[in-house]
């Protein structure tokens, strides 16, 4: 009878894995680019993870596993940068998200997306890094298609970057 | 698609991901994790027995209660305020509406991601009051709000509103006018009337010259890089819009106010003048816009800002800069001064002078949904006059930028934090026609980033351990060349000995230029291959000289 269980839950396991677990690596991304913070990162994944197995039932499309997982993820991220408390410029501790550079420095592409909204980072993450389509990253980031274009476009123009076509 | 943007993009997530790799077993840990710790299963019968029973009791009592209630007490006549702000929200319309000595706050949005309000607040000063009026405005994000001094009521126009189209969301943007007379809103129906995109957030403000209400904004763009985008400059006569067609004017959304006397607007410039960057000040006459003074302009403060008059004072004042990074500036109507303030709002909220306090207030954040607490300038320092509900952004100071560190102060951090790398190198000379100076760091035991700012904000330094991504210098005025630097560590694209040295506009003295090169040294990060240390230096403001000052004293 145990051993049936155990099989049952490896079972369970295997599946929700299957299922998910192509998708941890891309999420721990994601959450690095809202956090900025691998530690927090990994905690949002862990936490998203949860939250996803607990809410699978209401997965109806399969195909649509990506969006919908990190979205959590998203949501994840979003609520832990509500809650934690050093979201300011503290001379206290050694890593400090928010002191970043000169506003008319434009010189260090990384350092310069660095200092780009969190939201608007993860659009330019998802659209570029995980070449998703423009309504996926809405769908990811539970805004419009044209708020995600709006977005993607307004985090370029900041970077001074060339304006780009950005399909649909 | 341009594969060069996508390919810097690419990169230069790669650069930030290569410092946080996938910890080894995240997967199986989490997949484990969660199957372990709560197993699906659908909701307890008895689970429900009590919820429902719960419902039963709790309806029953509000009947008891409220009829009981009813009968002995009359309604409020109108609603009761509070001193317990509304919950943060972005990008919602804001104007001070004289006639009703009140902020007025509607619309935005409460939390990324979620539909936008059609809440409509007011705070007398003191007091927070949510109205509930019996006809609004739909939910919206980025509309324009203005207090019209001679009808007496303040003007809402347009911003963008979600929608719902065959089960699918999306956002459209609306042309609606209305106004509100401090209890109700009217809509009403122009025979004219702007149709604007709100990719670019419109402004607008009461014109005293003109008696009439300003809007500025720009057309929706129909193309996919939003080149086709129009300026457009609106009159609003208390019935009817009319379309202005000035001459120039700021091609950028920006942030219009008034002095009482006439209307001026701020808007940081499309592209750089003379190597940099800017925040131009324009003042309208009637018909045109014209930069007040192209020499005086703010330095760019980045595209974050806002901005209110303070008559008492005689001095505009602006909270600008990047989110959570504000600086406060102010213009005397000659010229702009940073102000130094022991606490700052750590980014630009909803501005507005409320008369009844003889101070220009900052509510919020008018671009995180993390902030509602009410700070209030005295023309030297913000004080927070009513406290937020949100906790997120610290114990102590929250909200609030309590210390800038010193560039001794960032060098002692960084030498006592960069444990995995050497060299640490860092300048022992800046110069001394833009201090004093303020350092922003960022540091790991690996790696570090220093931005220093001179005062004024116009000169900027950057040093740092990275393998950096700048922009390419290929203007007709840029110059990109090889100079022999120390004992850089040569690559394929360079010898021994130097270092790769840009300038982006050779004809401009201040123009942005950086260095960079391979210092020999080690580090742990795999991006150097270990027996190296990347580095990187750039400047804004700096003439060549200053630049290489700062260059050579790296120790």
């Known amino acids: ?168 | 698609m341009s594969d060069r943007t996508k390919n810097r993009i690419n990169a230069a997530f790669e650069n930030e991901l290569s410092t946080a790799p996938v910890p080894a077993g995240l997967r199986a840990l989490s997949i484990r994790d969660a199957v372990a710790a709560t197993p699906r299963r659908a909701v307890q019968p008895q689970l429900l027995v009590v919820i429902a029973t719960i419902v039963v009791i709790a309806v029953v009592a509000t009947f008891v209660i409220g009829s009981h209630v009813l009968r002995s007490t009359p309604l409020p006549a109108k609603p009761i305020g509070s001193t317990v702000p509304p919950v943060p929200r972005t990008d919602a319309a804001v104007a001070y509406d004289q006639a009703h000595g009140s902020m007025v706050v509607f619309g935005g949005n409460a939390q990324n991601g979620r539909p936008a309000t059609n809440e409509t607040w007011t705070w007398d000063g003191k007091f927070w009051t949510q109205h509930h009026p019996a006809a609004s405005p739909t939910p919206r994000l980025n509309a324009v709000m203005a207090y019209d001094a001679v009808d007496h009521d303040v003007v809402l126009f347009g911003g963008v509103e979600n929608v719902v189209s065959s089960g699918k969301g999306g956002m459209t943007t609306v042309d609606d006018t209305w106004t509100w007379d401090g209890s109700q809103w009217r809509q009403l129906h122009p025979v004219h009337y702007p149709v604007l995109g709100f990719d670019f957030p419109a402004t607008m403000q009461f014109d005293p010259v003109s008696r009439t209400v300003l809007l500025f904004g720009f057309t929706q763009s129909h193309t996919e890089a939003m080149t086709d985008i129009e300026a457009q400059t609106w009159l609003w006569n208390g019935s009817d819009w009319t379309q202005m067609h000035p001459s120039g004017g700021p091609t950028t959304s920006g942030v219009m106010v008034s002095d009482g006397e006439g209307l001026m607007m701020l808007a940081p410039t499309k592209a750089p003048i003379a190597g940099r960057n800017w925040t131009q000040l324009w003042a309208w006459d009637g018909s045109s816009w014209t930069v007040v003074h192209d020499k005086l302009d703010l330095p760019f403060v980045g595209g974050y800002m806002d901005a209110a008059y303070d008559p008492t004072l005689r001095q505009l004042v602006v909270i600008g800069g990047e989110v959570r990074m504000a600086d406060t500036w102010t213009w005397d109507g000659s010229s702009w001064s940073r102000q130094h303030p022991a606490v700052q709002p750590f980014s630009p909220g909803y501005m507005a002078y409320v008369p009844s306090l003889k101070r220009v207030v900052s509510w919020g954040d008018r671009y995180l949904p993390d902030d509602n607490e009410m700070f209030a300038w005295d023309g030297t320092n913000w004080s927070v006059i009513q406290p937020g509900t949100v906790v997120s952004s610290g114990a102590t100071n929250k909200g609030v930028i309590t210390t800038r560190m010193t560039p001794e102060q960032a060098a002692s951090l960084v030498r006592s934090t960069v444990k995995n790398t050497h060299p640490a190198l860092l300048p022992v000379s800046l110069p001394s026609s833009g201090g004093p100076w303020d350092a922003f760091v960022q540091v790991t035991a690996d790696d570090f980033n220093i931005t220093y700012e001179s005062d004024m904000r116009d000169e900027t330094i950057t040093i740092c351990i990275c393998v950096a991504n700048p922009p390419p210098a290929t203007g007709p005025n840029a110059q990109v060349t090889r100079v022999k630097f120390r004992k850089a560590v040569g690559l394929k694209y360079s010898p021994d000995g130097y270092a790769e040295h840009g300038v982006y506009d050779m004809s401009a003295p201040a123009s942005q230029r950086y260095l960079q090169w391979n210092e020999p040294g080690s580090m742990t990060n795999p991006m150097s291959g270990g027996s190296m240390v990347p580095y990187y230096v750039s400047s804004t403001g700096l003439t060549e000289q200053e630049f290489w000052q700062v260059a050579n004293s790296l120790q």
């Open chain 1, 1 to 168: 009878m145990s051993h049936a269980i155990g099989q049952a839950a490896a079972d369970r396991e295997a599946d929700f894995d299957a299922l998910v677990g192509p998708l941890i690596e891309p999420a721990f991304k994601l959450a690095v680019v809202f956090l900025r913070d691998p530690h927090e990162a990994e905690d949002a994944v862990q936490e998203a993870t949860l939250k996803a197995w607990r809410g699978i039932d209401r997965l109806r499309d399969e195909s649509a596993v990506r969006s919908w997982f990190l979205s959590i993820v998203a949501n994840q991220c979003r609520s832990m940068r509500r809650s934690r408390w050093w979201s300011v410029l503290r001379t206290d501790v050694v890593r400090v998200p928010a002191v970043e550079p000169a506003p008319d420095t434009r010189l260090d592409l990384t350092r310069e997306m660095s200092r780009l909204p969190a939201t608007d980072r993860a659009a330019l993450f998802l659209f570029f890094y995980l070449d998703l389509p423009l309504a996926e990253v809405a769908r990811v980031l539970k805004i419009s298609p044209q708020a995600a274009k709006s977005r993607v476009h307004r985090a370029i123009t900041r970077l001074r970057l060339e304006m780009v076509e950005v399909a649909e």
